[in-house]
């Protein structure tokens, strides 16, 4: 009796156990989900902010003070920037060598450097956005993940711009998280470190736990669910996955204490075996007391059938139908079921193995529904976990699956089609969406129906559904192809118009009808050959069309509703069917009115543009002419050497048949003609300012041969063809003039060119000219003396040396002459250094006047003067000398009433190579030549000896001649 208690227990302690086993599976799942979901989420969060930061960085890197390495702009940006963005550290911009030109917050000296960092080494790498490893933020000294991004110029990288994301966000977005008590929440890097934990973060952030066992699980897989002990050696459920796609060195893991995923299961268990260990109890003692008594034996048998029946075994027999009593009806019907039973098993298998057969290998999914309120699922077959990922056995494990896979939109419908269903007893069909394991997006068609008994009882609901999303997918495409043609039918800006195989219209859009003036409701139905104009023009056309099976852009004329003849372009294509007859055609037709139209306006438009283009090449012909001319006479030396350079350009800029350049001498106040070209130009070659119309006026003046006002006193009268004078004047001054003759019939062109070159033209030949004699004065002023007029000392040594070396070149001697005043000193202490003045003035003139024009003359210093001649030998030299010391002797020169008379100098004279091979050698022989004239009693010539070069080249060729420290 206490046996059969207990196996009449035994059944419900194994439901008990296998639903707590089901309920410890189920919060299994529900856990791993959990967990997963959450460590996706915080990966997608961190991918979203891995995104943001490459959008903000490429935004930075194109502002115009980044790229300009704009220090003050850039940290204004930055800090407004970091001010808005909590989970920024920092915002700064270094040059390609590392140098940090601006950060949203203040750095030290010794931090103001790139170089040497990873995310920073790796975009010169590879010119792109660059992801940094863990690092502790410089700025803010808190654990931070560095972004940086290219400031590129021409494909180079020429600065960096970086951002640290502070992880702090992380512990904020865990934070506020839902989670069972007791569950784990981190981000470790790939060393083990700890860089952010919930709960307990300040305890653990920054330590390195790599011989933790859910840190080795985590770096050796880098993603997954396990099981593992957390760091206090506490079993939990963990997930793990890397931190976004682009930061595979960070790792979050989310865990859950296994006594936190199984209580609830555990709690339900308890109470159920409690629950059923008193029940048992309680059968047992009346087991005990009234089984005992009265039906043990046959009990059991009974009992022993039923066990068997309840195994499967329908061939077990009670042994008791024999009986009497109730027990023996009940073992006869023990027996009889258990014979119905074994031969409806029979037949049951036989009829399921068929329609197995036949439900998994239709292609479509079959399910049968039970009739209570959760419509649970009571089969589904495999076909199922084809098409949605989820198992049919986890369909009935978890009534609530197929529904929530069911689109949102859809789930009211699809119920209401299983209750009409039920309430009805007619089959439906209906069409809703389902979700897949991995989220993809399934349409089925299920057709539902009501199975009833043989009694007419309702038992379930059973169904097919079939996969029709390719069908749903080809119907949108064919609705979206449909409308994009109609759209473009209906809105075409050509006209399109469709006829049939006889030629009458069928379809028209709107363009036509503003291009005919008719309505389809006009056309419907009426010949296409009515809106033809010519009727040999439809001819050719049908001809071409039947033959090739289109025409393309055939221009004809076509009649509107109101009578007008328009040209029209039409492109007709044949329209045949599956047998290749013609059932119609297509045409697209375009109003060419206004086309015409416009070609003939672009035809005028075009010939001005050529026309301005030509006026265009001739302008920059006449700008390049004129900045060369520029470019040439800014590279003159002289004046002189502008002449030719102006008539060159002149010839290539105005058509005139002479011209001529007139030069106004500063002196005498007339100009002068100086350079011409072309023919010979008639008047005046010299004639005042006053003489010229044009230089009067201070613009260009012309006249033509009927002209008879203001013609110009220096062309002869009367003129007989077209003149034109250009005045050159720059700052103001009158530097000359640009003179233009031509016959009578070329007037127009020389006016026009003048109307458009005058002022460009005469303003650089100004300027240039101006320059050139500014140029000029100042070459003088450098290289001569202002109060002789001779070369100074620092032109003599410049030529000298250069005399020398061409001397050297020839193999030709070079004479130096060095003449100094007798008795100077007298003359200023006598009559004032103003007649000392004179005196040298005077002296400087003869010199000029007395010399080859190879030689060179220059005053040395003071009353001392030298002569270099070239290529003149020692007789030459020294014949020269002495003329010159003889006419100086007798040089006059008349001072305030008072002639100066007796005028002496003393003479010393050097030669190359004799003398010297050098400058100061020679300057030195001459020197002491001079000494020797001075000591023999002044007023002669004297040579230096060939013998005396020696020992001129131990003493220091003195800056005055020492004998002019004291002029006597």
């Known amino acids: 009796m206490i046996l059969l208690v207990f196996l009449a227990v035994l059944p419900a302690l194994a439901l008990i156990l296998y639903s707590s086993l089901e309920h410890r599976r189920a919060a299994m799942a529900e856990a791993k989900k959990n967990v997963l979901d959450l460590v996706m989420h915080a990966s997608v969060y961190q991918e979203q902010v891995v995104e943001g930061m490459r959008h903000m960085l490429l935004s930075l890197a194109e502002l115009p003070a980044v790229r300009q390495q704009n220090s003050a702009a850039c940290n204004a940006i930055f800090a407004k920037i970091l001010e808005k963005q909590k ?217 022993h059938t039923a066990q068997e029946l309840a195994a499967g075994n329908f061939e077990v027999r009670s042994g008791l139908a024999h009986e009497t009593g109730e027990l023996g009806q009940l073992a006869g019907a023990f027996d009889a079921m258990a014979a119905g039973l074994e031969l409806h098993q029979a037949r049951l298998k036989e009829s399921e193995a068929k329609y197995r057969t036949l439900v998994e290998q239709m292609p479509a999914i079959t399910y049968i529904i039970a009739l209570d309120e959760a419509r649970t699922i009571i089969y589904v077959s495999p076909q199922v976990e084809t098409l949605l990922g989820v198992s049919s056995a986890d369909y009935q494990a978890h009534p609530d699956i197929w529904k929530n896979q069911i689109h949102p939109d859809d789930v009211e419908n699809a119920l209401g089609v299983l209750d009409q269903v039920q309430a009805t007893g007619n089959p439906r069909a209906s069409e809703f969406r389902m979700f897949s394991a991995s989220g993809a997006l399934f349409f089925f068609l299920a057709e539902t129906m009501l199975v009833r008994d043989p009694e007419g009882r309702p038992l379930y609901l059973q169904g097919v559904m079939m996969d029709i999303t390719e069908q749903k997918q080809i119907e949108k495409k064919l609705q979206r192809a449909y409308e994009y043609l109609e759209n473009i039918f209906a809105n075409s800006a050509d006209g399109i118009g469709i006829v049939d195989a006889q030629g009458n219209f069928q379809k028209w859009n709107k363009a036509a009808e503003e291009i005919y003036g008719f309505t389809i409701n006009e056309l419907l139905g009426k010949p296409a050959a009515d809106l033809y104009a010519d009727q040999s023009e439809r001819q050719r056309l049908l001809l071409r069309l039947h033959l090739d099976g289109y025409v393309r852009n055939y221009e004809v004329h076509m009649k509107r509703k109101d009578g007008m003849i328009i040209p029209c372009s039409l492109s007709i294509r044949l329209l045949r069917n599956a047998a290749d007859q013609i059932v119609g055609s297509v045409t697209v037709a375009r109003d060419l009115t206004q086309t015409k139209k416009n070609m003939a306006e672009m035809q005028l438009i075009n010939e001005k543009l050529q026309a301005l283009v030509r006026e265009s090449d001739q302008h920059n012909r006449e700008v390049t002419l004129i900045n060369n001319m520029a470019e040439s006479l800014q590279s003159c030396q002289s004046i002189e050497e502008a002449y030719p350079i102006i008539g060159k350009f002149m010839r290539k800029l105005f058509a005139a048949k002479a011209m001529g350049l007139f030069i106004l001498d500063p002196t005498s106040k007339l100009l002068e003609a100086v350079a011409a070209w072309g023919d010979t130009l008639t008047g005046e070659q010299v004639f005042t300012i006053q003489d010229c119309w044009g230089l009067r006026q201070g613009r260009v003046h012309s006249c033509g041969k009927h002209d008879e006002e203001l013609p110009c006193h220096h062309l002869p009268v009367p003129q007989t063809g077209f003149y034109a004078c250009l005045p050159l004047i720059a700052h103001g001054e009158v530097l000359g003039l640009l003179h233009f003759q031509a016959p009578a019939g070329a007037a127009a062109t020389i006016t026009t060119q003048l109307q458009r070159l005058a002022v460009p033209v005469a303003d650089h030949i100004s300027l240039s000219l101006s320059n050139i004699r500014l140029r000029e004065t100042l070459r003088h002023q450098v290289m001569h003396d202002p109060l002789t007029g001779l070369f100074n000392r620092r032109y003599l040594e410049e030529t000298l040396v250069r005399e020398i070396h061409r001397s050297q070149r020839k193999g030709t001697p070079l004479g130096v002459i060095m003449l100094d005043l007798d008795h100077f000193k007298r003359y200023n202490d006598t009559l004032g250094h103003e007649a000392g003045d004179r005196l040298l003035e005077a002296l400087g003139k003869f010199l000029q006047a007395h010399v080859r024009q190879e030689d060179v003359s220059c005053r040395y210093g003071g009353e001392e003067f030298i002569m270099i001649m070239p290529e003149a030998p020692l007789e030459v030299v020294r014949a020269r000398a002495e003329e010159i010391r003889d006419k100086v002797s007798k040089l006059q020169v008349l001072h305030q009433s008072h002639l100066l008379e007796g005028t002496t100098v003393s003479i010393g004279v050097a030669m190359f190579p004799n003398n010297g091979s050098k400058g100061e050698e020679l300057l030195r022989a001459a020197d002491d030549a001079l000494y020797q004239a001075k000591a023999a009693g002044r007023n002669r010539v004297v040579v230096a000896a060939a013998s005396q070069s020696a020992a001129r080249q131990e003493k220091p060729l003195p800056a005055v001649s020492p004998l002019h420290q004291n002029r006597a």
């Open 87 to 303: 989970i920024l550290g920092n915002i700064a911009a270094a040059d390609r060598q590392g140098k940090v030109y601006a950060s949203a917050r203040p750095l030290p000296d010794y931090k103001r450097t790139s170089a040497g960092q990873s995310y920073f080494e790796r975009v010169l790498q590879t010119k792109e956005f660059s992801i940094g490893i863990f690092a502790i933020s410089r700025a803010t000294g808190k654990p931070s993940l560095h972004f940086a991004y290219p400031i590129l110029e021409k494909g180079e990288v020429m600065g960096v711009v970086s951002a640290s994301v502070i992880l702090d966000y992380l512990s904020a977005m865990l934070a506020k998280t839902q989670m069972p008590a007791g569950s784990i929440l981190g981000v470790i890097d790939r060393e083990g470190t700890i860089l952010v934990r919930q709960p307990q973060g300040e305890q653990w952030v920054g330590k390195r736990m790599p011989e933790a066992e859910i840190v080795k699980t985590v770096l050796a897989k880098e993603e997954g669910v396990t099981e593992a002990a957390d760091f206090e050696g506490i079993p939990c459920l963990f997930a793990f996955t890397p931190l976004g796609a682009r930061t595979q060195d960070l790792f979050v893991y989310a865990g859950v204490p296994m006594k936190t995923v199984f209580a609830h299961a555990n709690r339900v268990m308890t109470r159920n075996l409690i629950s059923l260990g008193v029940t048992a109890a309680l059968a047992l003692v009346m087991a005990l007391i009234l089984g005992q008594a009265f039906i043990m034996k046959r009990t059991n048998a009974l009992v």
